[in-house]
């Protein structure tokens, strides 16, 4: 062997070893980031289980674990949440007041 082919595997080598290091270093990143990913999907101890709806149909705005800004008595019934949910900003007055007379009405 002379020198020019040792030197071209040498160069060979180190190019394979860098690619090789390259993939572990994807490899590496991507199971860090999965096991990120699990660790923050992953439920804590101290977590408080989700809210059911009560079984008389409404939603009571008592059982937020922040706290309430109605009295404990106050629900909101499922016509009521509906209503709310079908807010649009882009409505015209008279849309506006249709709604606002059907939420009178609901007593919402």
Do not use: F
């Not at 990913?37 to 937020?64: C, F, K």
């Amino acid at each position: 062997m002379q020198a020019e082919e040792v030197g071209q595997r040498a160069d060979a080598w180190a190019d394979a070893i860098k690619k090789i290091v390259k993939a572990l270093t994807a490899v590496a990143v991507a199971v860090g980031g999965a096991i990120t990913a699990m660790i923050m999907w992953w439920p804590s101890p101290d977590s408080t289980p989700p809210l059911l709806p009560p079984s008389n149909g409404g939603l009571e705005s008592s059982q937020h674990p922040g706290g309430s800004y109605n009295t404990p008595s106050e629900t909101i019934s499922v016509e009521c949440s509906r209503l709310y949910n079908a807010l649009d900003h882009t409505w015209t007055e008279q849309q506006w007041s249709v709604w606002e007379d059907l939420k009178r009405k609901m007593n919402c």
